[in-house]
């Protein structure tokens, strides 16, 4: 795909605030026909610009009481094995491969401490690629699309 025009960024900043704009209401926003929208939204999404659609959650009222991020150290060599079998922790809600002192960041949401406690000793620490961990509780969360903000 060519680089990104400024209606391609307008057109993904618009569905990333609302995933279910109507491609009318999309059109009407842009000020372009829906049959342009349409066409528009189709490629990008061929593209791989927009991989999928998704409801946002808040983490507290969903039940995930308690948010923390894990930073792994890991062993060479070992990135893919971790990598699938952190993403089958389902309270892995990211993982990113980082460079600097870790070498993972994962996202996780639990229902209170226990369960904290036991997604690090009891299936993290286990991991025999896993040398390390170091684990930083999320007290509020902030972001930028959030209708709260404004």
């Given at each position: 795909?060519?680089?990104?025009?400024?209606?391609?960024?307008?057109?993904?900043?618009?569905?990333?605030?609302?995933?279910?704009?109507?491609?009318?209401?999309?059109?009407?926003?842009?000020?372009?026909s829906?049959?342009?929208?349409?066409?528009?939204?189709?490629?990008?999404?061929?593209?791989?610009?927009?991989?999928?659609?998704?409801?946002?959650?808040?983490?507290?009222?969903?039940?995930?009481?308690?948010?923390?991020?894990?930073?792994?150290?890991?062993?060479?060599?070992?990135?893919?094995?971790?990598r699938?079998?952190?993403?089958?922790?389902?309270?892995?809600?990211?993982?990113?491969?980082?460079?600097?002192?870790?070498?993972?960041?994962?996202?996780?949401?639990?229902?209170?401490a226990?369960?904290?406690?036991?997604?690090?000793?009891?299936?993290?620490?286990?991991?025999?690629?896993?040398?390390?961990?170091?684990?930083?509780?999320?007290?509020?969360?902030?972001?930028?699309?959030?209708?709260?903000?404004?």
């Amino acid at each position: 795909m060519a680089l990104l025009d400024d209606l391609d960024r307008q057109t993904v900043a618009a569905l990333r605030a609302n995933g279910r704009l109507s491609m009318r209401a999309l059109a009407a926003e842009l000020h372009i026909s829906r049959a342009n929208a349409y066409a528009r939204v189709a490629r990008l999404e061929k593209a791989g610009v927009i991989t999928g659609y998704s409801a946002t959650i808040n983490p507290q009222k969903y039940g995930y009481g308690l948010s923390a991020y894990i930073f792994l150290k890991i062993t060479q060599q070992s990135w893919q094995r971790v990598r699938n079998q952190v993403l089958a922790i389902p309270e892995v809600d990211h993982a990113a491969l980082v460079s600097g002192e870790h070498d993972i960041m994962l996202l996780v949401r639990t229902t209170d401490a226990a369960a904290l406690r036991d997604v690090v000793l009891t299936q993290l620490q286990a991991m025999p690629e896993v040398a390390s961990t170091h684990t930083v509780l999320i007290f509020d969360e902030l972001s930028p699309r959030d209708p709260a903000r404004a």
